[in-house]
């Protein structure tokens, strides 16, 4: 069973910085694309970036130039190094994956990102 935990998130200043980080576990994680999304209050929840399992990847036109999403197979992990962030940023921040064969969607428990002055 593949589980996902987030962590890092946190109140920052605009502009300011984050890195979250997602601890994969239950399966081969290399063999695993990776997603962030994010779901701000009252809106849907979209996504952020992705990687697949060789190291491609792909942006919300919202974040590109400004967030960066990279994995690290040695240590089953995946990350979202965010900078120069907006108060439009403010979301719940979730890591998703899919099953190989099932595609069923994994989902960690979410991580708070606020951006406020």
């Known amino acids: 069973q593949v589980q996902l935990v987030e962590s890092g998130g946190g109140l920052v200043q605009p502009g300011g910085s984050l890195r979250l980080s997602c601890a994969f576990s239950?399966?081969?994680?290399?063999?695993?694309?990776m997603g962030w999304y994010r779901q701000a209050p009252g809106q849907q929840r979209e996504l952020v970036a992705g990687i697949t399992s060789g190291g491609s990847t792909n942006y919300a036109d919202s974040v590109k130039g400004r967030f960066t999403i990279s994995r690290d197979n040695a240590k089953n992990t995946v990350y979202l190094q965010m900078n120069s962030l907006k108060l439009e940023d403010t979301a719940v921040y979730y890591c998703?994956?899919?099953?190989?064969?099932?595609?069923?969607?994994?989902w960690g428990q979410g991580t708070q990102v606020t951006v406020s002055s």
């Open positions: 239950g399966s081969i994680f290399r063999l695993y694309a």
């Open positions: 998703n994956t899919q099953g190989i064969t099932t595609r069923r969607d994994y």
